[in-house]
């Protein structure tokens, strides 16, 4: 995933200089930005925010306090660059929630490092799921509403399980929890190493995942590749009986034995664009209920919402 890194800057010089710092990373973008566009760079919502005092005509405390009291970039960490060493200004500048003060002249490898360690330290803060890290829906929500903004039309993939309790009743949380964790593996599968362009996948928790796609023709193919991926590898989550048969029997709450089908996938796909969505409650509310006509489907199944051309597409595979 490109980390997105914007320098507050008047002048294009610092960006340049730090550009050729990361020339052999080509996870890091460096973004020049002068002051008075900076709503652009919060509204991208950046994995940094670089602030080089030395040559911003803005008050950089002002600066700060204006990224701080954006809510999508409450959590996003500030670099200010100065070569002003004046303790007590420093102790100001940190004391507005900005996480490092460098001073100029910098050495090239302490800032290469610095910047690569905050990305590391949020990116690991970010991924609340340590069975598949995954990013969590604090991130979710920020992907999501980035595309909003920024006006793009994308997929909105919502994936989850079928008769997964049955599995756990019969085979223990310990498999069920490898099922989680196959399941994270064939959708990263899918849309990242795909080299899809500004995708994303994060887990929602237990075994609900979100998937966003920018190619959104691409869509209802990697619906099909998932499933079929899926409907695959799960047979070797399960005995030879199980297997043959196809189903599970479980005892009920009144031990009468209960028969369920195998593990299966659902998937329920909104198709978003500004003229359609205007925040992530609205493509959220769509995504339950397109995900719930896909588990009414018998076995691993997608449905793609494209109310926009005013048509409904529902695969069973």
Known sequence: MIQDIYIVDEEKNFTKKVQEVFINEHDYKFIHVIPKDLDIALKNIPALLIVNEDSVSMETIDVCKKIRQNEDNSITPIIVISSNTNKKHRVEILSNSVEYYIINPIDNDYLYYTIKNIIRLMDTNRRVSPLTGLPGNVQIQAEMKK????????????????????????????????????????????????????????????????????????????????????????????????????????????????????????????????????????IAEVGAQVKHTAKTIMGSSYVIDKRMYRTIVEKSM
Do not use: P
């Open 147 to 282: 595309k909003l903004l920024n006006h793009e039309k994308f997929s909105v993939m919502y994936l989850d399980l079928d008769n997964f309790k049955a599995y756990n009743d019969i085979y223990g949380f310990l498999q069920g929890d490898e099922i989680i964790k196959l399941t994270a593996r064939i959708i990263q599968q899918n849309i990242n190493l795909n080299s899809f362009e500004n995708c994303f996948v994060g887990h929602i928790g237990g075994d609900d995942f979100l998937a966003l796609l920018s190619e959104t023709e691409e869509t209802e193919k990697t619906c099909q590749n998932i499933i079929g991926q899926f409907d695959n590898e799960i047979l070797e989550f399960y005995n030879d009986l199980d297997r043959q048969r196809g189903y599970i029997e479980v005892a009920n709450r009144r031990g009468i034995m209960e028969q369920f089908a195998l593990t299966s996938i659902s998937i329920g796909v909104v198709i978003a664009d500004e003229k359609r969505f205007h925040n992530t409650l609205e």
